[in-house]
Every structure is written in C-alpha cells, then in structure tokens.
C-alpha cells in the first residue's frame, strides 16, 4: 500500500507538476509509517483537486485506516503524506 502511494504521488509529479525536484521519503517511529512525497512544482488548490490519483491515495489510506494530507498552494509546490501504524502497511 506504502509504494501504490508512492508510486501515485510520483506519477502526479511527472504528469502535473512541472517540477524540477521530487523528494520521497520514508521513515517509522512510534509504530507509525510516514510517506512523504514532494515536489517544487507549480502546485494546486487541494479543495479542488477531484482527479483520479488522489482519490485513489485517499480510498486507500481510508481502506487501512491510514491518514493522508495534501499540502499545496500555486507556485510553491506539493507535499503528500501518508501516516499508518506499522502493521497496516501490507
């Protein structure tokens, strides 16, 4: 599930964010997995954004009880978190 989302984030940068940097990062603390994926591109109004991608990250961080933020505003990039417990991650 961690790398569908990661996966799906990277995608969005290739496809939409005219980005000439993405970072990806992973780490666990406290029995919890965070996925960060973030981008230097244009960026987006998140309360408008209804395109598959995100609604699939989202529907599947729903299915193991995951959190998932999007952080953007135009010209200054994105960031998309995940936040899981450990032994949902599968």
Known sequence: MVYRVA?????NVARHAGARNAWVTLGGRDGR???EVRDDGVGFDPSHAAGTGLRGMRERA??????LAVASSEGE???VRLTLRAENAS
């Open 33 to 35: 997995i965070t996925l």
């Open 62 to 67: 729903l299915l193991v009880g995951a959190e």
């Open 77 to 79: 990039g994105t960031a």
């Open 7 to 11: 996966q799906e984030g990277l995608t």
